[in-house]
């Protein structure tokens, strides 16, 4: 079976980005492929993380792919620093990416801001460690949003140039899974912004951790415009927001977009939604009780962790092994 590696940033504010444009999707990998997920804390500290925050959210992303309805039995659901072969993996790798590569990402400019002298080394080194993450697990299929494909295709980069340098074939050809509808969810307060934890706005996005009231609170502030709901996707050009509501409707109820159109076309934002927040608050409301459940007493969450990080390190040690091996070093 194809094995699947994917993760999420203990960063705080898990949001309905995150659970519609990955965690559910995770859930309806499990029949097809072995899953690996991680919730990568190491990634996390690539910028600055309270410890005490850093712990919490690390159990409550964990919470939110149990009660999502990840199989932890038969899958893996483990923290990423219980698995020290990652950090040294991710250490070959640095020897292995090009500086070139990296001056490339995208992402690093943007998290970086203006102020780039001042950001970690492991931030500008954040793609060769989810390089590592795939890798040491001979990862095949990685389902990623579009934001990370550039990432990804460093991965397929390293695996080659590790390849062709030692004249091995150990790493496969990386595969990204890349889902349809509505896998990128935007901001509630400028629909051209994707949801993010990281927007210092709370009302631009649906925590998992939100009750009923703040729900439907946040889509009733939701920014919209002055028309009606588009009738059809043709009507969607220079209307963000309405898409982006529309897109959550459809995800939600697992309907088309055009589906959506077609039924609420013609009506007032107001009404819409009114019946938006009633199929958020419903259909979130059995997982977010089960996160809020096993976030009362974490044992099981940390019993979960501890599991899979054991069974993650006997997946990832002899690939580590055999990876020192091409690269010489010297093991008793
Ligand atoms: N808005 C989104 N819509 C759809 N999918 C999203 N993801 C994130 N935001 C959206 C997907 O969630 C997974 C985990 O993401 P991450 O923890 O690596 O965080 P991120 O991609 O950096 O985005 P966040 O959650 O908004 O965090 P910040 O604010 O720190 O950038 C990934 O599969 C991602 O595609």
């Known amino acids: 079976m194809d094995r699947i590696f994917s993760g999420v940033q203990p960063t705080g504010n898990l949001h309905l980005g995150n659970y519609l444009g990955a965690i559910r999707n995770w859930v309806r990998l499990q029949n097809d492929y072995e899953c ?14 309270d410890p005490a ?29 219980q698995v020290p072969a990652h950090a040294e993996l991710a250490w070959i790798f640095n020897c292995v990416a090009r500086m070139g590569w990296l001056n490339r990402m995208t992402q690093f400019k943007e998290k970086a801001g203006k102020n780039r002298e001042n950001a970690s080394v ?16 001979k990862g095949t299929h990685v389902p990623v949003g579009e934001d990370q494909k550039q990432h990804l295709e460093l991965a397929r980069d390293i695996a080659q140039k590790f390849n062709n340098d030692f004249k091995t ?40 951790t939100d009750d009923a009231d703040q729900i439907a609170k946040k889509i009733r502030k939701a920014k919209t415009d002055p028309e009606p709901l588009p009738e059809s996707t043709k009507e969607f050009n220079g209307r963000p927001e309405a898409a982006n509501l529309i897109g ?9 977009v055009e589906d959506v159109c077609a039924r609420f076309g013609g009506e007032p934002f107001s009404t819409f939604k009114q ?22 007493d974490t044992s099981h969450v940390d019993a979960v962790l501890a599991d899979g990080a054991a069974r ?5 040690e002899p690939i580590l092994g055999e990876i020192k091996d091409v690269v010489g070093f010297l093991s008793p």
């Open 312 to 316: 993650a390190r006997a997946v990832a």
């Open 275 to 296: 019946h938006l927040a009633d199929l958020a608050v419903s259909s979130l409301a059995p997982m977010q009780e089960e996160m809020r459940r096993l976030m009362q």
């Open 36 to 49: 690996i997920f991680c919730v990568v804390d190491m990634h996390a500290i690539t910028q600055w993380q």
């Open 53 to 81: 925050e850093l712990t919490a959210n690390t159990r409550e992303v964990a919470a939110a792919m149990i009660a999502a309805g990840i199989d932890a039995k038969k899958h893996i659901i483990f923290n990423q620093s």
């Open 248 to 256: 959550i409707y459809a995800a939600l109820s697992d309907s088309s």
């Open 169 to 208: 074939d150990l790493f496969p050809v990386v595969e990204p899974l890349i889902f349809g509808a509505a896998t990128r969810v935007m901001s509630l307060k400028d629909g051209t912004k994707k949801m993010s934890k990281s927007d210092p706005s709370d009302l631009s996005r649906i925590n998992m």
């Open 122 to 137: 492991g931030l500008y080194a954040y793609p060769v460690l989810m390089a590592a993450d795939i890798l040491l697990y």
